[in-house]
């Protein structure tokens, strides 16, 4: 049987199957691989909807993913966190098929019925603001905050699923945040995202010197020359 033709088959399992409560970490004890795959694919459709707002592109990645994990599967090392391995393949996927279609991604296309259903219809509506705030984050910060707070991922399994530092994933997080608030709230807003939104160019601290230095300029008294 095929990579291919095994993926269909777990991506058809995947229905009946319920979301751990914590992060798979194999061992030799532990599940198997296709067990593992199987119990952490919710979890992947989430990640890759936050990837692609697309609820069909979504279920593609996924099982394109699938595919080139199980073709990779020898190369995975028991007992490490299976999570963040396949996020990684997802991701990696997610990234060469954006360069090879060369598209952009529809800040529209995201569908309603991927996000919670609400209760009434004022929670419709704050939801959908949500949402549409949401899809305006940075790529980055969309999907590390969708990992913290959707999957219940730690700092540290995020920068470990994202190749980045612990740090970087929390100030990733903490901007995702600090700007839905702004945003929700009507606040301005600040930081990066806020530069971002308005075309500004990055502060750098050359620049911030700069500043200074024309203020100080502006302030100083004229010099007095006397004559020889």
Same mark, same amino acid.
């Given at each position: ?53 697309n609820r069909a592109d979504?279920?593609?990645? *996924? +099982? ?7 073709? #990779?599967?020898?190369?995975? !090392?028991? &007992? @490490? ?33 991927a996000f919670a259903r ?31 707070? *959707? +999957?219940?991922?730690?700092?540290e399994e995020v920068a #470990?699923?994202?190749?980045? !530092?612990? &740090? @970087? ?60």
């Amino acid at each position: 049987m095929q990579p291919g033709d095994r993926a269909d088959r777990l991506f058809d399992m995947s229905t009946h199957t319920e979301i751990p409560d914590q992060t798979v970490v194999m061992s030799n004890a532990g599940p198997s691989f296709h067990d593992a795959l199987v119990a952490l694919l919710p979890k992947l459709r989430v990640q890759a909807l936050s990837l692609t707002r697309n609820r069909a592109d979504a279920d593609d990645l *996924v +099982q394109a993913a699938v595919t080139n994990a199980l073709a #990779a599967q020898a190369s995975f !090392a028991p &007992g @490490t966190n299976f999570g963040a391995w396949m996020y990684r393949i997802l991701r990696n996927r997610f990234i060469s098929d954006r360069r090879r279609r060369r598209e952009t991604i529809d800040m529209d296309d995201a569908p309603a019925e991927a996000f919670a259903r609400p209760a009434s219809q004022e929670d419709s509506l704050a939801l959908g603001e949500l949402r549409t705030e949401m899809e305006k984050l940075p790529a980055d910060q969309r999907a590390a905050l969708v990992m913290v707070t *959707v +999957q219940g991922m730690s700092y540290e399994e995020v920068a #470990a699923a994202m190749g980045c !530092a612990v &740090g @970087t994933a929390k100030c990733r997080v903490f901007r995702a945040r600090c700007t839905l608030e702004a945003r929700l709230m009507g606040e301005p807003e600040r930081g990066d995202n806020a530069k971002r939104r308005r075309g500004a160019g990055p502060v750098t601290s050359a620049s911030r010197s700069v500043s200074r230095d024309a203020r100080r300029a502006d302030q100083a008294p004229p010099t007095v020359r006397h004559g020889m």
